[in-house]
């Protein structure tokens, strides 16, 4: 008896269908509504190929940390930086006051994030995370945010239709990814609604919180660029060893042009160097860890760290 041959594309979209079935009855378990079940989550889903590329392509694995930082913190991102500060004046020390987050820092996430609003992505948030969540590579993490980003539209902060994001899931113009909303997304505006796609101070706030619940010292020194001697063993790079200033000075760290790196309390620093041996390195402090915990990426928190000194 002859079989049937199914090809590979035919197969993966039945597979997928079958997955997204199992997916609609264990979000209703868990109490997302038909509605939105129905709406975000429809037949017609199907994977985005083009996720998955950029899922693959990471800035660390295709350009040098310099190229990097060249290009996300340009001159024209500075002066627009600057000028959102000064627009924003108000709302910013409202927010600095309330969660005890330098501005500067606020704003630099945000020109970091989604050059101040302007591109904080085209994906529809579900499909995208449909999509990362089937791919089996990080598929728990990607079904746990899923069922997070469904539940936010059952709270009705944002509509489908305008519940876009990158292609990772991460949401508006502070970039957050759905559990990072549930947990520290504000209302500052009191709206009734926390709104991060079109509404900067709950924007501010919202990533104000995020830090400050994450261990921010406000008016803390993040780190300076210093060089790094050839002797150093490099297996104390990184953020998981940390010295007392006087340690590291012993160990011929200094600053860029050579002097001694000021003394600046008992902070206990860490040296980075996010693309490698003889390329540029930082002195970094608790602050920077904190931003880290926002994103792992020592790049982005280079680039933040050095357009909020910029701002400042």
């Known amino acids: 008896m002859l079989g049937f041959w199914v090809s590979p594309a035919t197969a993966a979209t039945h597979n997928f269908k ?7 009855t264990e979000a209703a378990q868990l109490g997302v509504s038909q509605e939105t079940i129905a709406r975000a989550l429809p037949d017609t889903l199907a994977p985005i190929d083009r996720i998955l590329e950029l899922d693959r392509k990471q800035p660390e694995g295709t350009v040098t940390f310099d190229e990097y930082l060249k290009k996300a913190v340009n001159p ?8 959102k500060m000064a627009f924003y004046r108000k709302t910013l020390q409202r927010v600095e006051e309330a969660y005890g987050v ?6 630099a996430l945000w020109g970091i994030e989604t050059s101040y609003g302007t591109n904080t992505g085209g994906f529809d948030v579900v499909n995208a995370l449909a999509t990362l969540a089937y791919d089996g590579r990080r598929s ?9 980003a469904l539940r936010i539209l059952d709270e009705e902060h944002i509509s489908h239709s305008k519940m876009k994001g990158s292609w990772a899931g991460a949401m508006g113009q502070s970039q957050f990814m759905p559990s990072s909303f549930l947990k520290f997304a504000v209302d500052f505006n009191k709206d009734g609604k926390r709104d991060i796609w079109t509404t900067e101070a709950d924007v501010f706030a919202s990533a104000a919180n995020y830090l400050a619940e994450s261990g921010w010292k406000k008016g803390a020194v993040w780190g300076r660029k210093v060089i790094i001697p050839h002797s150093l063993d490099r297996s104390l790079l990184g953020v998981n060893t940390t010295h007392t200033i006087q340690q590291w000075h012993d160990k011929g760290i200094r600053l860029a042009d050579g002097k001694p790196v000021p003394f600046e309390g008992e902070y206990m620093a860490s040296v980075v160097q996010p693309s490698g041996a003889g390329t540029t390195a930082f002195l970094v402090y608790e602050n920077y860890r904190t931003l880290l915990k926002w994103n792992k990426s020592s790049y982005f ?3 933040v760290s050095t357009l909020a000194e910029r701002l400042k």
């Open 102 to 107: 330098d501005k500067q820092f606020i704003v």
């Open 140 to 148: 728990d993490y990607f079904r746990g945010e899923l069922f997070k």
């Open 301 to 303: 928190a280079s680039a």
């Open 76 to 83: 024209d991102r500075i002066q627009k930086g600057r000028a």
């Open 18 to 24: 079958t997955w997204l079935k199992e997916l609609r």
